[in-house]
């Protein structure tokens, strides 16, 4: 079975500083991916990043990156130069299974993430 | 990007009414959609795996009679509520994937509130 465990319900960031969010996964399956999601009181998923499993680099996206540590199956995300429309839960999400298969998504609990002036 | 719309995004019933959500991929086609459940302040809980042409896989403890879902083409999967009752009232929140796997992009969600 698969497990996404997000150890922080909440977190608080000053403005313009970088935080970072913990995620760590469980699974049997070689072959995986891990994504990040924002979802901001309105309710709607905000896809922020991917990293498959087989991926050398850590991936990156604009103020986002993941900083992914196979070994010790751990895939935190970092945001860096925090800004107060941050503010929201962030959900780690793990599927299994090769790419270009649809499979489900595994959710952790989130982590709610407050900015500060 | 990829868009996923969802409709209604709020709907009040009274309790024994069948409620019907639709979701949308408008730029892609999806052959596989899932539906989500959310409780407030909680996770997203899959509930069922939608496949066009065929019938809906559902997560454990999900009655399919009572959640309906269809998914008649790569760009529309509905999911009806029948029968529905004030424990049903949640947040419903759909997904597509893109066949290239690496992402699944969510609609806005809809918010269920029967009376």
């Known amino acids: 079975a698969q497990k996404i465990t997000q150890t922080q319900p909440g977190m608080f960031v000053q403005e313009k500083e970088a935080v970072t969010l913990d995620c760590t996964y469980d699974t049997s399956d070689p072959s995986y991916g891990l994504f990040w999601y924002k979802q901001p009181s309105s309710g709607e998923m905000i896809f922020l990043i991917y990293q498959g499993s087989y991926d050398q680099q850590n991936a990156t996206e604009g103020r986002y990156s993941l900083n992914f540590q196979k070994a010790r199956k751990s895939a935190n995300l970092v945001i860096s130069a925090s800004q107060l429309g941050d503010s929201a839960m962030y959900f780690c999400a793990m599927r299994v299974g090769g790419g270009g298969t649809a499979s489900k998504l595994t959710f952790g609990t989130g982590t709610r993430l407050q900015v500060t002036l | 990007g990829a868009v996923v719309s969802q409709h209604p995004s709020r709907v009040i019933c009274k309790s024994g009414t069948s409620v019907k959500i639709e979701c949308r991929s408008l730029d892609f086609q999806a052959t596989t959609m899932f539906w989500y459940r959310q409780f407030p302040k909680k996770s997203l809980m899959l509930m069922a795996t939608s496949n066009e042409g065929s019938k809906a896989t559902y997560e454990q403890g999900v009655e399919k009679d009572k959640f309906l879902i269809n998914h008649a083409s790569l760009t529309l999967s509905t999911l009806t509520v029948t029968s529905a009752h004030p424990e049903d009232s949640s947040f419903y929140i759909c997904?597509?994937?893109?066949?290239?796997?690496?992402?699944?992009?969510f609609g806005p969600g809809t918010r269920l509130t029967v009376l």
């Open positions: 997904s597509a994937d893109r066949d290239r796997g690496d992402t699944q992009y």
